[in-house]
């Protein structure tokens, strides 16, 4: 019952800045707790940064902590990710994605948690 669609991503020099959107169908945004994920060539699926409504909480991996800032528009049923000072590490193509709850019934850094997820979008980072 919940549909993601990711946009935004692109090339960008290292420093640079992107911002991705997911745009959720329905009642995504009261209904469920929801997350960015990204997965490099090669590896693992790793967390990025997750967000509950009610509450206004986030959650952030160190590796990003300072850089990226999620967020939502609750009207536009869309999230967001905000990145900043980009670097080559960061190449991945990222996805987001959503609980079946309005909370984590798992640890929010881990992908097997979250039931809907989207198509993913290139972030390409050259230095």
């Known amino acids: 019952q919940v549909q993601l669609v990711e946009s935004g991503g692109g090339l960008v020099q290292a420093g640079g800045s992107l911002r991705l959107s997911c745009a959720g169908s329905g009642r995504t945004f009261s209904r469920n707790a929801m997350g960015w994920f990204r997965q490099a060539p090669g590896k693992e699926r790793e967390f990025v940064a997750a967000?509950?409504?009610?509450?206004?909480?986030?959650y952030y991996a160190d590796s990003v902590k300072g850089r990226f800032t999620i967020s939502g528009d609750n009207a536009k049923n869309t999230m967001y990710l905000q990145m900043y000072s980009l670097k080559p590490e960061d190449t991945a193509v990222y996805s987001c994605?959503?609980?079946?709850?309005?909370?984590?019934?798992?640890?929010?850094?881990?992908?097997?948690?979250?039931?809907?997820w989207g198509q993913g979008t290139q972030v390409t980072v050259s230095s």
């Open positions: 994605a959503a609980s079946t709850y309005p909370y984590f019934t798992a640890d929010y850094r881990n992908p097997h948690g979250y039931a809907y």
């Open positions: 967000i509950r409504w009610s509450g206004g909480s986030t």
